[in-house]
């Protein structure tokens, strides 16, 4: 395939016009003057844009990087000789989200479509190869020179070197095949033995679940009967209880009743008493005196009956009376015997005759009242003396004394009357109530205990029949756990077979590579020679395509991290194009295109460089876009 001429609305290419020739196409422009984008476009034309593809590291995807700056909708025209044939293609974009989705190819001058030339098909046909398979061999972008590994890439190198045919790829296989072995078994967590394991032993727990729950089912019935053993014997006890409960009651009640009469009859007979001794004491000279009161009162009256008698014991003496009687008339015999002057000495005397007479005779008055108040008094205790005034109160004190006794006696009666009314109303009020006794209510407890321990027994023993029927029949569950393990035994074999498979696969890459991977080194090494002026003179490539060049004389080759910019460039250029030599269809090879792969080279190296790519152009195409 020949490139001839492209026109591209593309990127910052507005229309713009490339023609090239055959054999080697040095197009030199400045930096931002499009040279990567026509390779792009060269790349879109021929394979299409991938719309689904999205940004990744900080690069833009071809759909959003390549829009054109203009705003129209990405589109071109590559005129190409193919087979003998001379070729336009066109592409153009319809929905923004899909550019260049729209494809052409018809002969030019007939305007004859090409058939069976698609736009998802048209590079693959064209070129001979895939995209990926293009892009790391005759597709060198800028700082892309690097070969990276791919399924693709490794069809065709199988293709050529066993059956021709391309649909071979040990990684593809190999990642198939350990898919394949992911799908039965992932590091011990994954695919479908691990899925087994689980499921077996999901069921391994249903059946020692279905144990436990048999086990507790049994131990939980046992439970419920004896409960309701218990139960019953408890409501015997408390029916016995209740019964000599009431008994106890209606005896204590008639006890209470009998007592109550019996303390009436004593209150009664203690007030009689108690009516009788005030009496008596309210008959008595000191009526409801206190003892004190008595005793003062009988104490004052003695001693003023003591006064009185005193009183009444005291005489005035006549003697003075008589004596001025007698003076008197003695003055008075004086005054008519011998002179007057005795008459005024006897009035004197017969005044104070009269004055001592009615003295005396006031003070028998007195005596003779005090004598008559004394007897009063003692009259008055019925006593002869006042040593039994004092004789009477005592007397009243012990009257007081019985009396008190007697009053006390009578409360008594009356608390015990009151006690015993209590108590038979007690009685009554608890029989009515039906109040029972501590013992039958801590009967009733545990009676209710029992009864709350069988219901919640009667409760579980629900929920695990139903969880026992939703688990399922342990025969069901015993087979199916059988059937995992002859499919887990035969997924086993299975992984094993897949196991023989990957291996035998290995080495059948390995013999593949050891027939293919020495004549790509080899005439990798001859362009790395040619382009280092024999510097170096032998190459390896590892299966990831990751290349080490040996300096002639060197004992061991250096990987790129060893070498410079320039040297590392040349590596994976002598990689690239001994690729292309091997790999890429002899007949009407495609072009070989290159962005700037030469930047890193010193100009000698860069002159060899340039001999290699005239004498590639002498069979294929080479479009070299360069700065310099």
Same mark, same amino acid.
């Given at each position: 395939m020949i490139i001839k001429n492209m026109t591209a609305t593309f990127g910052c290419l507005n229309g713009r016009k490339l023609a090239l020739e055959d054999g080697l196409n040095v197009i030199c422009a400045p930096n931002e003057s499009g040279k990567s984008t026509w390779c792009a476009f060269i790349r879109a034309m021929l394979y299409g844009i991938d719309s689904s593809e999205r940004a990744k590291g900080g690069r833009l995807p071809d759909?959003?990087?390549?829009?054109?700056?203009?705003?129209?909708?990405?589109?071109?025209?590559?005129e190409i000789t193919h087979g003998?044939?001379?070729?336009?293609?066109?592409?153009?974009?319809?929905?923004?989200?899909?550019?260049?989705?729209?494809?052409?190819?018809?002969?030019?001058?007939?305007?004859?479509?090409?058939?069976?030339?698609?736009?998802?098909?048209?590079?693959?046909?064209?070129?001979?190869?895939?995209?990926?398979?293009?892009?790391r061999s005759a597709f060198i972008e800028q700082g892309e020179v690097t070969v990276t590994a791919d399924t693709e890439l490794e069809k065709r190198i199988a293709s050529i070197v066993s059956s021709g045919e391309e649909g071979?790829?040990?990684?593809?296989?190999?990642?198939?095949?350990?898919?394949?072995?992911?799908?039965?078994?992932?590091?011990?967590?994954?695919?479908?033995?691990?899925?087994?394991?689980?499921?077996?032993?999901?069921?391994r727990g249903l059946l020692e679940c279905l144990s436990r729950s048999r086990a507790e089912q049994e131990r939980l019935l046992e439970e419920l009967e004896q409960s309701r053993r218990d139960s019953a014997a408890l409501a015997e006890r408390i029916a016995a209880a209740r019964d000599a409960w009431r008994r106890e009651v209606l005896t204590g009640l008639e006890r209470a009743r009998e007592h109550e009469r019996e303390s009436t009859a004593a209150q009664e007979a203690a007030a009689k008493a108690a009516a009788v001794k005030r009496?008596?004491?309210?008959?008595?000279?000191?009526?409801?005196?206190?003892?004190?009161?008595?005793?003062?009162?009988?104490?004052?009256?003695?001693?003023?009956?003591?006064?009185?008698?005193? *009183? $009444?014991?005291?005489?005035?003496? %006549?003697?003075?009376?008589?004596?001025?009687?007698? &003076?008197?008339?003695?003055?008075? /015999? @004086?005054?008519?015997?011998?002179?007057?002057?005795?008459?005024?000495?006897?009035?004197?005397?017969?005044?104070?005759?009269?004055?001592?007479?009615?003295?005396y005779s006031a003070a028998g008055k007195n005596a003779l009242a005090c004598a008559a108040a004394r007897e009063e008094i003692l009259r008055k205790y019925a006593v002869r003396s006042e040593a039994e005034i004092y004789a009477a109160a005592d007397a009243h004190a012990r009257n007081w004394e019985d009396h008190q006794k007697a009053a006390a006696a009578v409360e008594r009666a009356k608390a015990v009357l009151a006690s015993?009314?209590?108590?038979?109303?007690?009685?009554?009020?608890?029989?009515?109530?039906?109040?029972?006794?501590?013992?039958?209510?801590?009967?009733?407890?545990?009676? *209710? $205990?029992?009864?709350?321990?069988? %219901?919640?027994?009667?409760?579980?023993?629900?929920? &695990?029949?139903?969880?026992?029927? /939703? @688990?399922?029949?342990?025969?069901?569950?015993?087979?199916?756990?059988?059937?995992?393990?002859?499919?887990?035994?035969?997924?086993?074999?299975?992984?094993?077979?897949?196991?023989?498979a990957v291996s035998v696969l290995k080495e059948a890459d390995e013999e593949i590579r050891s027939r293919?991977?020495?004549?790509?080194?080899?005439?990798?090494?001859?362009?790395?020679?040619?382009?280092?002026?024999?510097?170096?003179?032998?190459?390896?490539?590892?299966?990831?395509?990751?290349?080490?060049?040996?300096?002639?004389?060197?004992?061991?080759?250096?990987?790129?991290a060893y070498l410079s910019a320039g040297a590392a460039d040349l590596l994976y250029l002598s990689v690239r194009l001994a690729v292309c030599e091997l790999v890429l269809p002899r007949e009407d090879p495609c072009p070989l295109v290159l962005d700037d792969a030469l930047i890193n080279l010193d100009p000698e190296r860069a002159e060899a460089a340039m001999e290699v790519l005239k004498e590639i152009a002498q069979r294929r195409q080479v479009i070299l876009f360069t700065c310099k």
């Open positions: 759909k959003t990087r390549y829009a054109p700056w203009s705003g129209a909708l990405p589109a071109g025209t590559m003998g044939r001379e070729i336009t293609l066109r592409r153009s974009t319809k929905n923004a989200a899909y550019p260049m989705r729209e494809f052409k190819a018809v002969y030019i001058g007939t305007e004859e479509s090409v058939s069976g030339l698609t736009g998802a098909g048209a590079g693959q046909i064209l070129t001979g190869v895939s995209r990926e398979v293009f892009r071979v790829s040990y990684t593809e296989a190999d990642a198939r095949l350990r898919v394949w072995q992911r799908k039965r078994r992932y590091r011990n967590t994954g695919g479908a033995i691990p899925e087994l394991e689980k499921e077996a032993e999901a069921k009496a008596d004491l309210e008959r008595g000279v000191f009526g409801a005196m206190t003892p004190d009161e008595a005793a003062e009162t009988a104490e004052a009256d003695a001693e003023k009956a003591e006064e009185l008698l005193r *009183a $009444a014991d005291k005489r005035v003496s %006549a003697r003075p009376v008589v004596l001025a009687i007698i &003076l008197c008339f003695l003055a008075a /015999a @004086l005054g008519f015997a011998y002179d007057w002057y005795f008459f005024p000495i006897s009035a004197v005397m017969a005044v104070g005759a009269a004055l001592l007479w009615a003295r015993a009314r209590a108590a038979h109303e007690n009685a009554q009020a608890l029989l009515i109530r039906g109040e029972e006794p501590e013992i039958i209510l801590k009967l009733q407890r545990e009676q *209710a $205990a029992l009864d709350s321990r069988a %219901a919640a027994a009667g409760t579980r023993l629900s929920e &695990l029949t139903g969880s026992h029927q /939703a @688990l399922g029949d342990p025969m069901v569950i015993e087979s199916g756990l059988e059937d995992l393990r002859e499919r887990r035994s035969e997924l086993e074999a299975q992984f094993d077979a897949i196991d023989l293919f991977s020495p004549a790509l080194s080899r005439t990798a090494a001859g362009y790395m020679s040619r382009l280092t002026g024999g510097r170096y003179d032998e190459l390896t490539l590892s299966r990831d395509f990751t290349a080490a060049a040996r300096l002639a004389g060197d004992a061991v080759p250096h990987e790129t």
